[in-house]
């Protein structure tokens, strides 16, 4: 079964940076195309940026120029630089598979995810 587990998040002032991390296991992670989540309470999940088994990557129009997604499969992670921050990045944001495609097929199976809460 799927294990993603997410790191790195952060209380930030409007314009700052952070970096997230994801490991993931029970998987074979270098054939996988990844990305990043995120839900904001109350609202739907969103996904934020993939990048496929080869290092292909989109974004949300919402965080292209600000984000970059990464991924190490040596070590079976993959990262989210996250800078200039903007209040509506607050949010919980998780990794997990993630197509760019109108249903990402994300696994059934979600990690703690992580909080990132941007003030203004």
């Known amino acids: 079964q799927p294990q993603l587990v997410e790191s790195g998040g952060g209380s930030v002032q409007d314009g700052e940076s952070l970096r997230l991390s994801c490991v993931a296991s029970?998987?074979?992670?270098?054939?996988?195309?990844m990305g990043w989540y995120r839900r904001a309470p109350g609202k739907q999940r969103e996904l934020v940026a993939t990048?496929?088994?080869?290092?292909?990557?989109n974004y949300a129009d919402s965080v292209k120029g600000r984000f970059t997604i990464s991924r190490d499969n040596d070590r079976s992670m993959v990262f989210l630089q996250m800078h200039n921050l903007k209040p509506e990045d607050t949010a919980v944001y998780f990794c997990?598979?993630?197509?760019?495609?109108?249903?990402?097929?994300?696994?059934?199976?979600w990690g703690q995810g992580t909080q990132v809460t941007v003030s203004s």
């Open positions: 990048i496929s088994h080869i290092g292909v990557t």
């Open positions: 997990n598979r993630a197509y760019w495609r109108t249903n990402p097929r994300p696994y059934d199976t």
């Open positions: 029970g998987i074979t992670f270098r054939t996988n195309s």
